[in-house]
Each structure stands twice: as C-alpha cells, then as structure tokens.
C-alpha cells in the first residue's frame, strides 16, 4: 500500500470529519460519533481493500482517544 496515498487520504477524512471547534474534538460524544460513523462505513459491501484498512485505522484511532480520555 502506498502510504503517502493513505496519508493524503487519511488527512482528508479527518477534515471532512473534523469538529467545527477544537473543544468538540475533545469530547468522549465526539469520539463516539466518529467510531459509529467508522464501523457504518466499514459495512458497506462496495468499500476496497485499502477504503476498508483507512476506515479500520481511523476506528482504532477514535478509539484509543476516548480510551485515553477515560
């Protein structure tokens, strides 16, 4: 997998999906939100290889976040 492409792709997930301030961010809601979002995603029968690996690190990474809040 080309990483500077799952890079790229990543950063643009993360702005698509970023908080309208810095404070929400932060929140445990938030993070449930994006983990729900995430696994919706991952369901989808048309998702690729490489949509799937995205969608699954960006779950992992909502979920250690709201780990680390807890």
């Not at 080309?2 to 999906?17: G, I, P, R």
């Not at 809601?29 to 048309?46: F, G, K, V």
């Not at 998702?47 to 995205?54: F, I, P, Q, Y």
């Amino acid at each position: 997998m080309d990483h500077s492409f799952s890079s790229t792709l990543f950063v643009a997930l993360e702005q698509k999906t970023a908080p309208t301030t810095m404070d929400e961010a932060h929140t445990p809601q938030w993070h449930q939100a994006q983990i729900a979002n995430c696994i919706e995603r991952l369901t989808s029968p048309y998702l690729s290889r490489e949509g799937r690996e995205l969608w699954q690190s960006y779950l992992q990474l909502h979920k250690q976040k709201l780990r680390d809040q807890g």
